[in-house]
């Protein structure tokens, strides 16, 4: 949610942020905005829309040029997307620029008191206030090589609510500030060169070598002084300092039309890079990090699963594994639904919280309640270093490198990879399974990665029924067990990517409502579970398949190789390999993906950056 880029060295500062918010597109697109200083001083452009928007305007009337400055991709919180709300935000005096992430709480009493002491404020948004209040705390203050960061950290005292800021000022032109509350912040070391981003990605291209900006920090990124980090009151302070280990390549399109046809084709190896090196020869799962003991997580007698969107759903499907495996119940709730219903919590709870970035609010909101109750908490998160995994007691990184497209895809199947390590690893410390059954189960998650890469060979077909399904008005999702998870997320990416009204429901329900949803020719996708697994239950949704149709239905049916009983019913059968019944969702996810991006893309849309979303939603 909103991306942010600082820089201070001795390249072209307007290039280099430029190129930092392309690659942070995906955080927010409603707008994109730049700041640069030099020895002449401040300039600023910004444009409503697209990052291309703002090039276009970069390339009518170029800014002059720098070797500081920042810029920001929005996703608007407070105000409508256009050209005055887009940050940076300048105060009156034209003295300091102000890009920021997040949503300041007190906003509103802040801009009274500005507005009651002579300024005028000329956007909506919250962001605006901390650009006068900078000016203004750094008038006051006297003349010292840090008089910038001096400023940011008044200001910071009076902030509530979340926020990520970056600032630069007319008379610094080799210093760029920075602060973070409960908002990421990065900063890049490089040589005689330094960077300020949301994301890693945004300087990748430039530096490997980054350090976490911890909670309530100023960050102050000099040409001539290097870094420098304080608390909000002055006192030094440290940021935890780590080695990106993938490069800028990963997060290039490399060949493909969209982000997220290279990231569902890089699904086999996100599975199977989650998987490498996590079994001890004892048959002992290794987490990456815990500060849990074994005798914590024998005590644990419930699990609470939460997370948001791709992620809620990737809880769901784990939650078939996890009761099945360690005989403990598993509460699957959305994030943001969590904490408000005062859920019974103590130290004998595992709360398992999921989330590619580690950053989405309602997530961390509900992890800091369930941590509040003294439960124990694990995240599985795709980001090092994020706010979740350092706030929680063990985590397990899925290990899926970056997800750019905001539909989330290898990040999923990695999740479900990571919750079953859990489990497992749960039900081996509990001796609900021996050392040799976990193994053998790990041994079959091993082989998924050829069953998913066997899966994307064969999706000619899903495509074909991408583009005919492209003015369809309405699709319907239809599954059973760890089906209808995989049902949600199928409608989710269709709602998503497509923009069409989608459904996704459990097959039992059918007869008491959605089948009226029923018409002549309506699409209804069914997962049909393997004949081999609970064979009762693929008889009950051979027998949905045949309600719908009777209805005039027509059936898209995705079934494992060899189960000829749907044939009859189906208007179309979607192959996909054979799998353990858990494992399946691994699988019968993937022509789901497919199928919506084929769609969104013959409606003409914007695969990566569908409208109204963003990947990484920091505000609650
Ligand atoms: C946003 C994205 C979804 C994602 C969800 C959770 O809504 O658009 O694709 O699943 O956030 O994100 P997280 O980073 O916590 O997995």
Redesign the pocket.
């Known amino acids: 949610m909103c991306g942010i880029v600082g820089y201070v060295g001795q390249q072209s500062a307007l290039e280099v942020v430029v190129e930092g918010l392309r690659r942070m597109e995906y955080r927010g697109y409603d707008s994109a905005g730049v700041a640069i200083v030099n020895a002449e001083g401040l300039a600023t452009d910004k444009r409503a829309g697209k990052l291309a928007n703002l090039e276009k305007s970069l390339a009518e009337v170029p800014l002059p040029p720098a070797t500081a400055g920042i810029g920001h991709t929005r996703w608007a919180t407070h105000g409508a997307p256009n050209d005055v709300n887009a940050h940076p935000h300048v105060s009156e005096h034209g003295d300091v620029a102000v890009v920021h992430n997040g949503i300041i709480e007190n906003f509103a009493e802040l801009r009274d008191e500005l507005e009651r002491t002579g300024t005028e404020l000329v956007s909506e948004t919250d962001t605006e206030v901390t650009a006068h209040l900078l000016s203004r705390a750094y008038a006051d203050l006297p003349d010292r090589p840090d008089r910038l960061a001096a400023a940011m950290r008044v200001v910071c005292r009076r902030l509530e609510g979340a926020f990520t800021l970056v600032a630069v000022h007319r008379d610094h032109d080799g210093t760029v500030v920075g602060a973070r509350r409960s908002s990421p912040l990065v900063a890049g070391i490089g040589t005689g060169e330094y960077f300020l981003a949301s994301d890693v990605a945004a300087f990748i291209a430039h530096t490997r070598d980054a350090l976490e900006l911890g909670e309530d920090q100023v960050v102050e990124i000099d040409r001539e002084r290097g870094i420098n980090i304080t608390d909000f009151d002055g006192h030094p302070a440290e940021g935890n300092e780590y080695h990106v280990d993938w490069d800028a390549g990963a997060a290039e399109k490399g060949g493909y039309a969209w982000f997220m046809l290279k990231e569902i084709a890089e699904q086999p190896a996100a599975v199977a890079d989650t998987l490498r090196g996590r079994l001890s020869a004892g048959g002992d799962i290794v987490l990456d990090e815990v500060r849990l003991s074994e005798e914590d997580l024998r005590d644990v007698d419930k699990i609470f699963v939460i997370?948001?969107?791709?992620?809620y759903h990737a809880g769901l499907v784990a939650k078939y594994a996890i009761e099945h495996w360690t005989r403990i119940p598993c509460e699957v709730e959305l994030a943001s639904e969590f904490r408000y219903r005062d859920p019974v919590l103590d130290r004998s709870t595992l709360v398992i919280a999921?989330?590619?970035?580690g950053?989405?609010m309602d997530?961390l909101k509900a992890l800091r309640h369930a941590k509040e109750q003294r439960a124990r908490i694990l995240s599985i998160c795709n980001t090092n270093g994020s706010t979740m995994p350092r706030e929680s007691d063990a985590v397990l990184y899925t290990r899926a490198g970056p997800e750019v497209a905001?539909?989330?895809t290898k990040?999923f199947l990695a999740q479900i990879t990571a919750c079953y390590l859990v489990a497992l690893y749960l039900a081996r410390v509990r001796g609900v399974k021996y050392g040799d059954e976990v193994a053998a189960i790990v041994a079959q998650l091993r082989g998924m990665p050829a069953l998913i890469e066997q899966t994307l060979a064969t999706m000619e077909p899903v495509r074909e029924l991408g583009r005919d399904l492209a003015t369809a008005p309405t699709v319907l999702f239809l599954g059973r067990h760890v089906g209808y998870p995989i049902a949600l997320e199928g409608a989710l990416k269709l709602k998503?990517l497509a923009y069409i009204h989608a459904e996704g429901f459990a097959g039992g329900e059918l007869k008491h409502g959605p089948i009226a949803l029923i018409d002549h020719g309506t699409p209804v996708v069914v997962i049909v579970p393997s004949p081999r697994g609970r064979n009762i239950m693929h008889g009950k949704v051979v027998n949905n398949i045949q309600e719908v149709r009777a209805r005039g239905g027509r059936m898209i049916v995705i079934a494992e190789e060899g189960d000829d009983a749907v044939n009859a019913f189906a208007d179309l059968v979607i192959r996909v390999p054979v799998a353990p019944t858990l494992l399946a969702p691994l699988l019968t996810s993937v022509p789901l993906q497919v199928l919506a991006c084929e769609i969104a893309d013959a409606r003409g849309n914007d695969v990566d950056q569908p409208r109204n979303?963003?990947?990484?939603?920091t505000v609650e």
Do not use: D, N, R
């Open positions: 997370a948001c969107g791709t992620a999921i989330s590619q970035s950053e989405t997530t905001v539909a989330s990040c998503e979303l963003a990947k990484s939603v």
